[in-house]
Protein backbone atom coordinates (compact mmCIF):
# COMPACT_ATOMS: atom_id res chain seq x y z
CA UNK A 1 0.00 0.00 0.00
CA UNK A 2 1.79 3.23 -1.15
CA UNK A 3 1.64 6.30 1.02
CA UNK A 4 -0.35 9.48 -0.36
CA UNK A 5 1.89 11.42 2.16
CA UNK A 6 5.09 13.55 0.99
CA UNK A 7 8.02 13.28 3.10
CA UNK A 8 8.89 16.10 5.74
CA UNK A 9 10.93 18.46 4.41
CA UNK A 10 14.15 18.06 6.94
CA UNK A 11 14.84 21.54 8.77
CA UNK A 12 18.21 23.06 8.64
CA UNK A 13 19.58 22.95 12.29
CA UNK A 14 21.21 26.04 11.41
CA UNK A 15 18.10 28.04 10.62
CA UNK A 16 16.16 29.78 13.24
CA UNK A 17 12.60 29.98 13.21
CA UNK A 18 11.86 33.93 13.16
CA UNK A 19 8.27 33.85 15.00
CA UNK A 20 6.78 37.73 14.86
CA UNK A 21 4.30 38.67 17.10
CA UNK A 22 1.14 40.26 16.21
CA UNK A 23 1.03 43.18 14.52
CA UNK A 24 4.94 43.54 14.88
CA UNK A 25 6.98 44.64 11.57
CA UNK A 26 9.08 42.11 10.21
CA UNK A 27 12.60 44.42 10.85
CA UNK A 28 11.87 44.12 14.60
CA UNK A 29 10.93 40.38 14.62
CA UNK A 30 14.07 39.59 13.11
CA UNK A 31 16.31 42.15 15.25
CA UNK A 32 14.45 40.75 18.33
CA UNK A 33 16.03 37.64 17.04
CA UNK A 34 18.99 38.32 16.60
CA UNK A 35 19.55 39.97 19.25
CA UNK A 36 18.70 37.73 21.84
CA UNK A 37 21.61 37.11 23.87
CA UNK A 38 21.23 33.15 23.49
CA UNK A 39 21.39 33.71 19.64
CA UNK A 40 24.29 35.58 19.62
CA UNK A 41 26.36 33.57 22.54
CA UNK A 42 25.72 30.48 19.97
CA UNK A 43 26.76 32.08 16.95
CA UNK A 44 29.81 32.93 18.50
CA UNK A 45 30.13 29.74 20.08
CA UNK A 46 29.70 27.94 17.03
CA UNK A 47 32.47 29.92 15.11
CA UNK A 48 35.20 28.88 17.62
CA UNK A 49 33.70 25.64 18.19
CA UNK A 50 34.83 24.23 15.44
CA UNK A 51 37.28 21.75 17.42
CA UNK A 52 34.26 19.94 18.52
CA UNK A 53 33.01 19.62 14.84
CA UNK A 54 30.16 21.29 13.46
CA UNK A 55 28.10 22.52 16.23
CA UNK A 56 24.23 23.13 15.50
CA UNK A 57 22.70 26.75 15.79
CA UNK A 58 19.37 25.54 17.19
CA UNK A 59 20.82 22.73 19.70
CA UNK A 60 22.96 25.89 20.52
CA UNK A 61 20.11 28.08 21.32
CA UNK A 62 18.17 25.70 23.16
CA UNK A 63 21.12 24.59 25.70
CA UNK A 64 21.63 27.96 26.35
CA UNK A 65 17.95 29.18 26.70
CA UNK A 66 18.02 26.63 29.39
CA UNK A 67 21.08 27.61 31.66
CA UNK A 68 19.77 31.27 31.53
CA UNK A 69 16.22 30.07 32.07
CA UNK A 70 18.27 28.48 35.13
CA UNK A 71 20.30 31.00 36.06
CA UNK A 72 17.25 33.17 36.11
CA UNK A 73 15.23 31.06 38.28
CA UNK A 74 18.53 30.86 41.37
CA UNK A 75 20.26 27.96 39.50
CA UNK A 76 24.10 29.32 39.37
CA UNK A 77 25.53 26.16 39.74
CA UNK A 78 26.87 26.03 35.95
CA UNK A 79 27.33 29.55 35.70
CA UNK A 80 29.69 29.52 39.09
CA UNK A 81 31.88 26.11 37.65
CA UNK A 82 32.21 28.00 34.23
CA UNK A 83 33.68 31.35 35.84
CA UNK A 84 35.37 29.38 38.36
CA UNK A 85 37.33 27.21 34.96
CA UNK A 86 37.53 30.39 33.48
CA UNK A 87 39.44 32.20 36.26
CA UNK A 88 41.63 29.21 36.58
CA UNK A 89 41.99 29.20 32.51
CA UNK A 90 42.62 32.68 31.96
CA UNK A 91 45.02 33.05 34.88
CA UNK A 92 47.53 30.14 33.35
CA UNK A 93 47.35 32.14 30.30
CA UNK A 94 48.12 35.57 32.01
CA UNK A 95 51.41 33.91 33.79
CA UNK A 96 52.80 32.08 30.48
CA UNK A 97 52.20 35.53 28.64
CA UNK A 98 53.66 37.22 31.85
CA UNK A 99 56.45 35.11 32.23
CA UNK A 100 57.42 34.77 28.27
CA UNK A 101 57.31 38.97 28.47
CA UNK A 102 59.72 38.75 31.47
CA UNK A 103 62.19 36.77 29.89
CA UNK A 104 61.82 38.32 25.91
CA UNK A 105 61.88 41.95 27.84
CA UNK A 106 64.76 40.92 29.82
CA UNK A 107 67.25 39.01 26.72
CA UNK A 108 66.78 42.45 24.98
CA UNK A 109 66.77 44.90 27.82
CA UNK A 110 69.28 44.23 31.02
CA UNK A 111 67.89 47.07 32.65
CA UNK A 112 64.56 45.38 33.43
CA UNK A 113 66.17 42.54 35.35
Known sequence: MASNHKPLKKRNPNQLPI???PGEAASITCARVVL???VQAA???QGYGQTYGDLELDGLVASLKE???ACGEGDLGRA???LTAQAHTLDAIFNHLAQYA???NS???PSLR
Open 67 to 69: QTR
Open 107 to 109: ARS
Open 43 to 45: VTL
Open 36 to 38: DPS
Open 102 to 104: VTS
Open 80 to 82: EAM
Open 19 to 21: VGK
